[in-house]
Nanobody, 125 residues
Framework: QVQLVESGGGLVQAGGSLRLSCGAS????????MGWFRQAPGKEREFVAA????????YYADSVKGRFTISRDNAKNTVYLQMNSLKAGDTAVYFC??????????????????WGQGTQVTVSS
């Protein structure tokens, strides 16, 4: 099973930027699509973005489209989430996960396992 560790969270003012990283153990990282999710206090976890195994395809939730960019470096077993123009509503714990199903399911936020422990992102208004 792949082990995931997120980093890069913190406190930022509205309009600012953060770059999250998710490092993965295991030799099969490049075989799986990856996704980022977030969970705000009192809310359910929501899908944020996904990237295909080779990095050639990406997909975003409407709430972050145009502001967030997901990317990956398979040589470093790492997936990134560049977050720009942050809003107070982006405040949440952010998680990365591996997608074990189809790309169609990954884009819809389904079929994920091997979750990381999460990293807190707080946006002050």
């Amino acid at each position: 099973q792949v082990q995931l560790v997120e980093s890069g969270g913190g406190l930022v003012q509205a309009g600012g930027s953060l770059r999250l990283s998710c490092g993965a153990s295991g030799r099969t990282f490049s075989s799986y699509a990856m996704g980022w999710f977030r969970q705000a206090p009192g809310k359910e976890r929501e899908f944020v973005a996904a990237i295909s195994s080779g990095g050639g395809s990406t997909y975003y939730a409407d709430s972050v489209k145009g502001r967030f960019t997901i990317s990956r470096d398979n040589a470093k077993n790492t997936v990134y989430l560049q977050m720009n123009s942050l809003k107070a509503g982006d405040t949440a714990v952010y998680f990365c996960a591996t997608a074990r199903g189809t790309w169609y399911d990954a884009k819809r936020g389904y079929g994920y396992d091997s979750w990381g422990q999460g990293t807190q992102v707080t946006v002050s208004s």
